[in-house]
């Protein structure tokens, strides 16, 4: 079901539906499709799971970042020796470690005066993306950057992680940035699903909240 397209998987479910017993519950393996989920609803899906919210944040080309209504592109500045590229790159002599070195603190200086709104878009911009064509010279995000720099979707985020790390959840840069990105996409994942099922949503707090407490573990335990 996975690389299906979404009208593919609701014509397989709408078939299913012909010959379903009414109390069968039906499980989506790997597939999430918020804007279709009361079809699936209506056609016997009572769940789902998927790792792509997680994935997308640092596998995907451009939707890294979830937000209720749309997605963004996180802004790349590759540590310099954490880059297999690059660092063949400086390795064959065709880069300079030095100068990779000077445009990857004056990317991240950039970034960090930005979101102190120390520094304009412009300026920011010109600085990501002089070390881009140096790790990257095929690459050419600025249509992408600016729309995620203009937008600031981070400061408008209630999540924990972005409360916390506030712009570095937008960097593309180390396993831990990435995947705090891909918990902040669960989270917000999970808001929209609320969002498209509020009564589900209600019925399962309530349930929640009349299920007994668990027992206090033992330290020795």
């Keep these: 079901m996975v690389p299906l397209k979404t009208y593919e998987i609701l014509a397989i479910l709408q078939a299913i539906a012909e010959g379903r017993h009414p109390r069968t519950q039906l499980h989506l393996l790997g597939v999430t499709r918020t804007d279709r989920i009361r079809e699936f609803a209506a056609l ?38 954490g880059n297999p590229a690059l660092q063949r790159a400086v390795a064959s002599g ?12 004056a990317a991240l200086a950039a970034m960090e005066g930005y979101a102190a709104r120390k520094n304009g878009m412009d300026s ?56 705090r990105r891909g918990l902040h996409n669960v989270w917000t994942f999970y808001r929209r699903l609320q969002r498209e099922c509020p009564n589900e949503a209600a019925t399962l707090k309530q349930v929640k909240q009349q299920q007994p407490k668990p027992p206090m573990l033992g330290a020795d335990t």
């Design 44 to 81: 016997g899906v009572t769940s789902f799971d998927s790792t792509s919210p997680l994935r997308q944040a640092f596998k995907d080309d451009k939707d890294n970042y979830y937000t209720l209504d749309r997605t963004y592109v996180a802004i790349r500045i590759p540590q310099v020796e």
């Design 94 to 105: 065709k880069v300079s470690q030095d100068e990779a070195r000077k445009l990857e603190r």
């Design 124 to 179: 920011t911009l010109n600085a990501l993306l002089e070390y881009e064509r140096l790790y990257d010279p095929g690459a050419d995000h600025e249509a992408a950057y600016r729309d995620t720099l203009r937008t600031r979707p981070w400061e408008h985020c209630a999540c924990d992680v972005c409360g916390t790390i506030g712009h570095h959840v937008i960097l593309f840069r180390g396993a831990e940035r990435n995947r």
